[in-house]
């Protein structure tokens, strides 16, 4: 069938198509914050979240849950290469050749991500030593390839940016979450202040909570806690949700 | 019409070609975040190597203010030849230990930093050694009778978070303060990292616990601290002989 189009009709297609690289197709012609588009947003906080839903993205909830700060930074890192990789795989989703699309999205993540390091290095170097290679493992963050691959090479651009904030967003929510609770009961802290007072060497000079003889919890920081606080973080999420548990 | 430009997307010519656009696309892009960012990096790197310095002497401040606070405590930074000598060519601060170690011995030189606070003289050694992933680094300060630590600081590129990595926390640096270097008979021994909970209040034993599961990276500080020392031995000699001498 190719064959038989004509010269023109086959300019007048590659015109049609270079409009649609750039603006979107019929489809997405709706509302900026159409019903659809929110819930490109909205989904991944709860019905799909990448985290407890799909579990997805485990490895960096572990590594980097420790603190507040990080876990923070981590987030904000991952919205933005997971929305611009989204984004840039969308724009170029009838380009790219379908037998090396893998390591195409690869490539677009990965210099997403030397992009994100080199500009924390030179603007928050600290948290940057502190996330020390979890950043170059963003990379690896089966959630991104798992949004080019199933979502950004079907759907249009601003769809696809959209999807990548949403589902960064699930991601991010879940490792505050996490993070929250393990500084809190791991070292007393919260982004490094001491709200549980301070603990000193003895019960005597010790301030707030630790005068009644409380202690922190070591386990909390180290890495399997934060898989059970996953864990109850996916038991909590079901009960309120019931349609998450599975039928058979 | 779609398989039409699927089929185009698919040939072998398309497919190189986008991949090479791509790659040059892509390199000159992350090339030039690079190149625009490295001076506000190398500025980053700078503030902390004077943080750090700093920190051996019990002087803790964020990375912002060590610049001037490095101006009015560190007195002398001296580059020394292997022999002792100082090497007045070469810029102590700007002296790139790695560089320096891959010379041959003769030839090396190394930095020293010297401070004083209220009164007191300290004698600051960069460190510089190999952990169990990469390379790791520290600065050690000497009180003035070059035996008794100050304090130690350390980093490492990229040793195991949680483990290894813990090396530049505060409280494994704190193991070292007040620990001796030379034994009774003036021998260069200095601070090995071990097993077994040695006792934490003999600062006399030359030793210091070690960090569970990092047992390579805590025997790379105890290789890398006798290693470097030994290298600063002709200039403390010349300093003693000079101290006896004026005595």
């Keep these: ?248 | 019409m779609e398989e039409k430009s699927v089929n185009r997307t698919n040939t072998n010519g398309y497919t190189f070609m986008f991949a090479i656009i791509m790659v040059v696309i892509v390199g000159s892009v992350l090339a030039f975040a690079a190149t625009s960012l490295q001076p506000l990096q190398n500025e980053n790197v700078r503030q902390e190597k004077m943080q750090n310095i700093l920190a051996t002497v019990g002087i803790e401040v964020d990375r912002a203010g060590s610049e001037v606070l490095y101006n009015q405590y560190i007195t002398e930074a001296i580059a020394l030849n292997s022999d002792g000598s100082v090497n007045e060519k070469a810029d102590a601060f700007t002296v790139d230990l790695a560089k320096q170690l891959k010379r041959p011995a003769q030839e090396q030189v190394f930095p020293l930093y010297i401070a004083e606070i209220e009164g007191e003289k300290y004698f600051i050694v960069p460190l510089r050694g190999q952990g169990l992933w990469d390379a790791i680094w520290g600065y050690i300060a000497l009180k003035d009778d070059v035996n008794t630590i100050k304090g130690a600081v350390f980093d490492h590129k990229g040793e195991t978070p949680g483990l290894g990595a813990e090396i530049t926390q505060v409280w494994f640096r704190e193991r070292f303060t007040d620990e001796k270097i030379f034994d009774e008979n003036g021998n260069l021994i200095g601070v090995s990292v071990v097993k077994g909970s040695p006792d934490p209040t003999d600062k006399a034993d030359f030793k210091v616990d070690a960090i569970s599961g990092a047992t390579i990276t805590g025997d790379g500080v105890s290789d890398m601290i006798s290693e470097r020392l030994q290298h600063y031995l002709p200039y403390f000699k010349k300093q003693q002989e000079i101290k006896v001498a004026i005595q």
Excluded at chain 1, 24 to 32: I, K, Y
Excluded at chain 1, 164 to 193: C, D, P, Q
């Design chain 1, 1 to 248: 069938m190719a064959k038989e189009i004509s010269a023109t009709s086959e300019e007048k297609e590659a015109k049609k198509k270079e409009m649609i690289l750039f603006l979107s197709n019929t489809a997405e012609r709706e509302h900026f914050l159409s019903k659809n588009n929110r819930k490109l947003l909205s989904d991944p906080l709860n019905d799909n979240n990448p985290i407890t839903v799909q579990v997805l993205g485990i490895c960096s909830a572990l590594a980097i849950t420790v603190q507040l700060e990080p876990a923070i930074v981590m987030a904000l890192a991952v919205t933005a290469v997971m929305a611009f990789s989204n984004m840039i795989v969308s724009i170029l989703r009838n380009l790219i050749p379908n037998r090396i699309r893998i390591i195409v999205q690869l490539i677009i993540v990965a210099s997403l991500v030397i992009l994100v390091d080199q500009v924390l290095k030179a603007y928050a170097y600290d948290v940057s030593k502190q996330l020390s290679v979890f950043v170059g493992l963003i990379i690896t963050n089966c959630i991104i390839m798992g949004r080019l691959e199933a979502f950004a090479l079907g759907n249009g651009v601003y769809k696809s940016f959209l999807d990548g904030i949403g589902n960064a967003a699930g991601y991010g929510i879940i490792l505050i979450i996490v993070a929250f609770f393990r500084e809190l009961l791991g070292s007393g802290k919260l982004f490094g202040f001491e709200v549980l007072g301070h603990k000193a060497a003895t019960m005597a000079e010790s301030t707030g909570l630790y005068s009644f003889g409380y202690e922190n919890n070591g386990l909390m920081l180290l890495s399997p806690m934060a898989l059970i606080i996953v864990g109850i973080l996916i038991w909590v999420q079901r009960a309120r949700n019931r349609k998450l548990i599975e039928q058979n």
